[in-house]
């Protein structure tokens, strides 16, 4: 939490002129000797949603920068995204351009950002990018098949499906990655063979490197979308939010009030590397934190209440334990060498702790 903490307040202390001041002067110097500073600086821009930052970003994803520059770059181009994205037509025509091309680089992890970060952006050439590739040999971890369905590309689930079934006797990590990632995205876009896709995963050998994933994923999707088969929990229905590792910080859609009660739990089969690596639970090596008006809070697999101290969105960081990275200035941050998916499953009370509730666990 400390870590969140001191990267917010860093945020804080630059103001949004300095920054975009900043950010200029990177479009015209060595990306090499600004890397730490330029990596902080693209993720603040994102996160602050600076229409003025978008052609500093776009020029940060442009090849021959450093790999880390990118990676930042891409994630800050996906944060500007999203409901509510404060660019106009021609700068978010831009920004999906720019990833776009990042799509089809030959690194695996900048084609993995590129993916989670057009899935924010509601506009066509972003379906169609990740169309072109979610069908192709080069989503090899079912990224851009997830990103589509995000956007509720509801037409391209049968395109889905057939490649979900043309994998079902390839064999490796990445391949099983891929049917999992597939699955819940054929769940996402309500087709008839995720039930049946979600029940394989289910039988996939654990002892197969890359299964647990698949096998985790399978059993959380039966409970929530095959029929007689509801997700029991306490007060009812919750909303679960699937969280990719592959970007260290991610906006979540729930907006909360001051003094708001939430309940919030995560499972998942995630870890750092390869595809093969990743556990059955979130252990040490991710761990999720939340913030609630400003105050960032771990979350773990048991149901656990918070108190929001403040009005705004529930965002999600996920960080390196061992490592204990700041992020932005770790170049193991950046690329993100995340794998696998998280459950974060929230359940909001109507109810308000006090009239000056500040973020505490409770």
């Known amino acids: ?44 821009a994102g996160r602050r949603r600076l229409a003025g930052s978008v052609n500093a970003i776009v020029h940060s994803i442009a090849p021959g920068r450093p790999d880390r520059v990118r990676a ?6 996906g944060l500007l995204g999203g409901p509510g994205s404060p660019l106009p ?31 924010r952006w509601h506009h066509p050439k ?46 490796g990590p990445q391949a099983l990655h891929r049917r999992a990632r597939l699955g819940l995205a054929l769940s996402l876009l309500g087709h008839p063979r995720s039930g049946e896709l979600l029940d394989e995963l289910t039988r996939v050998p654990a002892s197969l490197p890359g299964a647990r994933l698949g096998r985790w994923l399978g059993q959380q999707l039966s409970r929530r979308v095959l029929p007689g088969r509801p997700d029991p929990g306490p007060e009812g229905h919750d909303e679960v939010l699937w969280i990719d590792p592959v970007a260290i910080v991610q906006p979540s859609g729930i907006r909360l009030a001051t003094g708001q009660v939430i309940w919030l739990r995560v499972t998942g089969a995630c870890g750092w590397g390869d595809p093969a690596l990743p556990g059955g639970e979130p252990g040490p090596a991710v761990v999720p934190y939340v913030l609630l008006g400003g105050e960032a809070r771990p979350v773990g697999s048991d149901w656990t209440s918070f ?26 941050v950046l690329p993100s060498r995340g794998q696998g998916l998280l459950a974060l499953q929230v359940r909001r009370s109507p109810h308000l702790w006090g009239p000056t509730a500040s973020s505490v666990s409770r």
């Open 1 to 44: 939490a400390r870590v969140v903490e001191e990267v917010r307040g860093r945020e804080r202390q630059i103001d949004v002129a300095r920054l975009l001041d900043r950010l200029a002067a990177i479009e015209a110097l060595d990306h090499r000797e600004l890397a730490p500073e330029a990596v902080e600086l693209l993720v603040a």
């Open 72 to 77: 930042a770059a891409a994630l800050a181009a």
């Open 89 to 119: 037509e021609a700068s978010s025509d831009l920004a999906v351009e720019a990833l776009g091309s990042l799509l089809a680089d030959k690194s695996p992890a900048q084609r993995a950002i590129a993916a989670w970060s057009l899935g």
């Open 126 to 171: 972003a379906v169609e990018n990740l169309r072109h590739t979610a069908l192709g040999a080069t989503d090899d971890t079912g990224r851009a098949a997830l990103a589509l369905a995000r956007l509720g590309t509801v037409l391209a689930a049968a395109e889905l499906a057939a490649v979900a079934d043309r994998l079902r006797h390839v064999s």
């Open 307 to 332: 108190v929001a101290g403040g009005t705004g969105e529930l965002e999600v960081w996920l960080l390196d334990r061992p490592h204990r990275f700041t992020p932005g200035r770790d170049q193991g």
